[in-house]
């Protein structure tokens, strides 16, 4: 066979191929139309990879650059709902035609789970469904809100209120909400799920729900179990938190030099005991130059007060921090959420709209919980193998206070009493490719090895919303008990059998399925009956 026959052979499969698709496409089209009545149509908000707009809606809330390459598998198709009957159409077409379905509401999905595949896929993006009703003390935020666009619509109604919730304001409601939620506030007001009154939702069945009529169970598994492995939540009615007109921000550097193992190990003992204004933050960087290899760390705090009050409870429980009034800045709750994200003093709140980053990164990021303090032997020894490493990095992150007057039973999120900091573990790089991915993964890896002696044991513990395909998946999201009792213990502790319960109630198909979805009953009776 010549060279000129088989080109044509080639391009004859490539039509042929693409024909098939184009049928596919206008065959599912067809389906969310048929299922659909809102206005605009259906047709509006949905994007094959046909169509012009499909990469950059796709790309658009795509926060972790590694699921940004080419072999990363992409969905059939997206769909952008601006309609309670976008949403239902979308499970019934998902069910007609054998597709699991994504759903994302912001994209800090560190792991990519919400966008990401290796089954035939669509993705439901909830950005469309971003309003926010502030009223009374209360307000109403649907899950492809921003928590920028939450904080600002707070600030326009009231100076005096506020909500607990992340210090990054391009993170989606949705995700952020149903995963638990933590933040600079929570020592003094517990988590944004504990400070959620209620919910409407979206079930397997295409039915709209709200607490009431979901029940308990349900909205007690959606606060902090993942409300992806059970429904689609449309919108969160959320009860805001008093705080006063002027807080108190700092932000100090220490380098080993400057004695940075002492005052993180007095930090140890303090940071979740003292009052529970006070949250202080600890970021741990390795410095590698050539003439200095050293630690360098960052102390951020909130204080709800001024400064006056912030020295002179720092002045009784920890001085080695050595902060003075001149290093402490006065200003609103809402401010401090600008200074929190980096932006410069006197940055307009106007900031807290955008929707895009700074700007975006390759990353990893894992997760533990400390609860008895490391000794200054050992944190050299930590500062040691960092430097070695080169490059990962840790936030510390405070506990006590109201996160642990909290039972760990109240919600799925169960780390609470008991638990002195969470550590984040991040690692980011620039360069794309293999190379430099798996280099990167390696060394994160083995920091976090390196720490398996100074964290949470039986299980070591792991927060949902930093989710990490390290530490177990269902193969294919096709849940089962024992695939999903290793993750899920991490995650969940002994919360994860009634998430379990709950889900083979509500989703017996196992329809809202994903890598770390939480799986069915069916699954675990098969497994103890062996």
């Known amino acids: 066979m010549g060279f000129l026959s088989l080109v044509i052979i080639f391009l004859l499969c490539i039509s042929m191929a693409n024909s098939d698709h184009l049928k596919q496409n206008k065959t599912i089209l067809q389906c969310l139309t048929d299922h659909s009545i809102a206005s605009p149509s259906i047709s509006s908000v949905t994007f094959f990879p046909t169509d012009p707009s499909f990469t950059s809606t796709l790309q658009s809330y795509i926060r972790n650059l590694r699921f940004t390459s080419t072999t990363t598998p992409k969905p059939l198709f997206i769909v952008v709902p601006s309609h309670v009957s976008h949403i239902q159409a979308s499970i019934i077409c998902c069910k007609t035609h054998g597709l699991e379905m994504r759903i994302r509401s912001g994209g800090h999905d560190y792991d990519g789970l919400s966008y990401v595949s290796k089954a035939p896929f669509m993705i439901l993006d909830l950005f469309n469904l971003r309003s926010v009703s502030v009223d009374n003390g209360t307000a109403w935020v649907e899950s492809g809100a921003t928590l920028g666009e939450l904080f600002y619509a707070i600030s326009q109604k009231s100076k005096t209120h506020g909500f607990p919730a992340g210090v990054c304001p391009t993170v989606g409601v949705g995700g952020h909400f149903s995963g638990g939620g933590y933040g600079n506030m929570m020592r003094k007001f517990g988590l944004s799920v504990d400070n959620v009154i209620d919910a409407k939702l979206v079930d397997v069945n295409g039915n709209v729900l709200d607490r009431e009529s979901m029940g308990e169970d349900l909205f007690w598994a959606i606060k902090g179990g993942g409300g992806a492995s059970f429904d689609i939540i449309i919108s969160w009615k959320i009860k805001l938190v008093s705080v006063p007109e002027i807080v108190t921000v700092f932000k100090i550097e220490k380098t080993l030099e400057q004695g940075v193992t002492g005052i993180v190990h007095k930090w140890q003992y303090i940071a979740d005991k003292i009052d529970p204004n006070l949250f202080v933050r600890v970021v741990l960087l390795p410095v590698n130059k050539k003439h200095l290899q050293s630690i360098k760390a960052k102390f951020i705090g909130l204080f709800l007060g001024n400064g006056q009050e912030l020295i002179s409870l720092m002045n009784e429980t920890f001085t080695e921090l050595g902060l003075s009034f001149d290093q402490c800045i006065e200003m609103s709750w809402i401010e401090s959420i600008l200074f929190w994200s980096n932006y410069p003093e006197g940055t307009s709140l106007d900031v807290l709209l955008d929707r895009q980053p700074q700007q975006e990164k390759y990353l990893k990021k894992k997760s533990d919980y400390v609860q008895e303090p490391i000794s200054k032997e050992n944190l050299e020894g930590i500062w040691n193998k960092m430097i070695e490493l080169k490059r990962p990095a ?57 720490m398996t002696p100074y964290v949470s044991k039986s299980p070591r513990s792991s927060y949902l919303n930093y989710r990490d395909v390290d530490i177990g998946i269902n193969e294919n999201g096709n849940a089962s008990y024992s695939e999903g009792v290793i993750w899920g213990r991490k995650y969940f502790k002994g919360n994860f059998q009634r998430l379990v319960q709950v889900k083979s109630k509500v989703d017996p198909g196992n329809f809202f399925r994903y890598e770390q979805s939480i799986p069915c009953l069916g699954s675990w009776k098969s497994i103890t009956a062996e």
Do not use: C
């Not at 969470?422 to 790089?429: E, M």
């Open 394 to 450: 840790l936030t510390l992150n405070p506990y006590g206070g109201k996160m642990s007057e909290i039972s760990e039973f109240e919600t799925p999120f169960p780390h609470r009493a008991g638990n002195i900091y969470k550590i984040q573990y991040s690692v980011t790089w620039k360069d794309d490719g293999v190379e430099a991915s798996d280099r990167s993964l390696d060394q994160i890896r083995k920091l976090y090895d390196y």
